[in-house]
C-alpha cells in the first residue's frame, strides 16, 4: 500500500512563496499521475497541477505563470512550487497519486496566505 506524505505548508504573507514536497513510500515513477490538489473551507477539492506520465505538466488556469510542479525519481518526491501567493490561495493541499488499480492521497498541509 503506497503512501503520500505531504510537508512545506505554512503561513505567508501575500506575495510570498512556499514548496510543498510529497514523499511516496514507494516509487513515485510507479504512479500513472501524481499532483497536487487543494480544497478551501466551504469548496470542492479542486486539481492544481499534476504530472502524466512522468514527463508531462499540466496546470489549472489559477496556477499558470505561479505554481511549478516537479518531481525527483531519485528521492520519490513531488514538489509544487507556489511564488506570488494570494490569500485566495489558502487551502489544504494535497498530494495525489494514480495507478491504473488505484488512487492514493496523502493527509493534506494547510496553506495560509494573510498578511
Known amino acids: 500500500q503506497d503512501e503520500l506524505v505531504e510537508s512545506g505548508g505554512g503561513l505567508v504573507q501575500p506575495g510570498g512563496s512556499l514548496r510543498l514536497s510529497c514523499a511516496a513510500s514507494g516509487r513515485i515513477s510507479s504512479f500513472i499521475t501524481v499532483g497536487w490538489y487543494r480544497q478551501a473551507p466551504g469548496k470542492q477539492r479542486e486539481l492544481v497541477a499534476q504530472i502524466i506520465g512522468g514527463t508531462v505538466t499540466d496546470y489549472v488556469d489559477f496556477g499558470k505563470g505561479r505554481f511549478t510542479i516537479s518531481s525527483d525519481n531519485a528521492k520519490n518526491t513531488v514538489y509544487l512550487d507556489m511564488n506570488n501567493l494570494k490569500p485566495e490561495d489558502t487551502a489544504v493541499y494535497y498530494c495525489?497519486?494514480?495507478?491504473?488499480?488505484?488512487?492514493?492521497w496523502g493527509q493534506g498541509t494547510q496553506v495560509t496566505v494573510s498578511s
Open positions: 495525489n497519486g494514480k495507478k491504473y488499480v488505484g488512487e492514493y
